[in-house]
């Protein structure tokens, strides 16, 4: 499910649609890790900038919530329907699927270094190692390629690269970054 909201997302799907599948993808990628006993959530706010960390997580559940309790507030209206609320699930299941010792996908890999590269102000992953420093090297590279690219050039930049390493091949992450995000 997370793969399929990723492309989705990178194709300008309906927005509501990919926010309900990368949901789906994220409630049971939580169950496994609570199943666990515990989850990636605190790993993730050691990566966040602390003072990034309270709207982060406030974005991330906003629109969730809506749709989960529609049935209570049958008049209420979700207001600002953006595929860019969905970024946030994505990234956390990816997260979560880190943490559960899964080999990332192509399109998890992906999205991963095009998300961090969008939102760098978000993110502080440290640079104590060749391949972090390097990972940093690229998020900067990116971010100052596609910063003043529209929502949907970036997306177009996330969909055009799917398909180059599609025929190419891309590389796992990392066994030291996945370590870093665990």
């Not at 192509?106 to 993110?123: G, R, V």
């Not at 440290?126 to 900067?140: E, F």
Request: overall charge negative; hydrophobic content about 40%; glycine content about 6%.
């Amino acid at each position: 499910q997370i793969d399929a909201s990723i492309r989705m997302l990178f194709y300008e799907g309906d927005p509501i649609a990919v926010m309900t599948i990368s949901w789906a993808g994220f409630q049971i990628l939580r169950g496994l890790c609570d199943n666990r006993g515990g989850g990636p959530i605190d790993n993730i706010n050691t990566i966040l900038r602390p003072e990034m960390r309270a709207e982060f997580w406030r974005n991330a559940s906003a629109p969730h919530n809506y749709l989960k309790h529609a049935d209570r507030d049958a008049d209420d209206i979700l207001e600002n329907v953006s595929d860019e609320l969905c970024d946030i699930t994505i990234f956390i299941g990816i997260s979560m699927y880190i943490y559960l010792e899964n080999p990332l996908t192509l399109e998890m890999n992906l999205f991963f270094t095009w998300f961090t590269s969008i939102h760098p102000e978000l993110f502080d992953i440290p640079d104590t190692s060749p391949t972090l420093a390097a990972v940093k090297k690229l998020r900067d590279g990116l971010h100052e390629l596609i910063q003043s690219d529209t929502r949907s050039e970036k997306l177009e930049f996330g969909r055009m690269s799917l398909a180059y390493f599609e025929k190419h091949g891309i590389g796992q992450l990392s066994s030291e970054l996945e370590a870093a995000l665990k």
